[in-house]
């Protein structure tokens, strides 16, 4: 994401006559920067995160040309897993054989790297990352090829989540990728150790207390 970013801002500064921090660039003309950044409703008229995301995403689609930029931050996300992996891929293939548009597209779901074997200006980037044990050292470098991890738990780590939530979601995680199944053939992503009973009348869960922003507590 900050990487995208980045790049728009470099275009705007390059078009307005400005020093740009690069040893070398090659920038062309450039019409207009599209960007679908960031996840936020709009509670005055109603909207969504994912309704506004996909408003944005129509404007995007209708009006970008073959000299425009396009600045994608994980389209689909605000959805189901399904939907937005769906709704991305159209949306990748739309820029691809309709607009022509130069686009830079940061994306979470991994399938969408498969694009590149069938559309011949697509290409794959990712983040350098350096794996030690179970730390992540980041290395600030864009490099060809696709990934298939997202380091997402160890993001969480430094984030500073709790240490049994991050072991929870090691198990989930691992459960997940083994497709473990249940016997109705469900994933089994609740599997986990066995925790001591609560005594009698107890609860685990305490209630907590709500604002009720349109009236009184039903």
Do not use: C
Not at 67 to 94: H, K, M, N, P, Q
Not at 157 to 175: T, Y
Not at 184 to 212: F, H, N
Request: hydrophobic share 40%.
């Amino acid at each position: 994401s900050t990487y995208i970013r980045q790049v728009a801002l470099l275009v705007l500064l390059a078009h307005i006559g400005s020093f740009i921090p690069a040893t070398r660039a090659t920038i062309g003309l450039t019409d207009r920067i599209f960007t679908r950044i960031g996840a936020t409703d709009d509670l005055a008229r109603g909207q969504s995160t994912f309704m506004v995301e996909m408003n944005e995403t129509a404007n995007i689609l209708h009006h970008a040309t073959a000299r425009s930029l396009v600045i994608l931050d994980e389209i689909g996300r605000g959805t189901s897993t399904f939907d937005g992996l769906s709704i991305a891929w159209a949306v990748a293939e739309y820029l691809h054989n309709q607009a022509g548009a130069k686009t830079l597209f940061a994306t979470h779901y991994h399938e969408l790297t498969e694009m590149a074997v069938t559309l011949p200006r697509v290409k794959n980037y990712n983040v350098a990352v350096r794996e030690w044990h179970d730390q992540v050292v980041f290395l600030h470098k864009i490099v060809p090829g696709g990934t298939d991890k997202s380091y997402g738990i160890q993001v969480a780590r430094l984030a500073g989540l709790p240490k049994e939530v991050i072991q929870r979601a090691k198990e989930v995680l691992a459960n997940l990728e083994e497709a473990e199944l249940s016997a109705d053939g469900k994933p089994k992503i609740a599997k986990t150790k066995k925790r001591k009973p609560l005594p009698p009348g107890s609860t685990s869960v305490k209630e907590i207390p709500q604002m009720y922003l349109f009236g009184s507590k039903p």
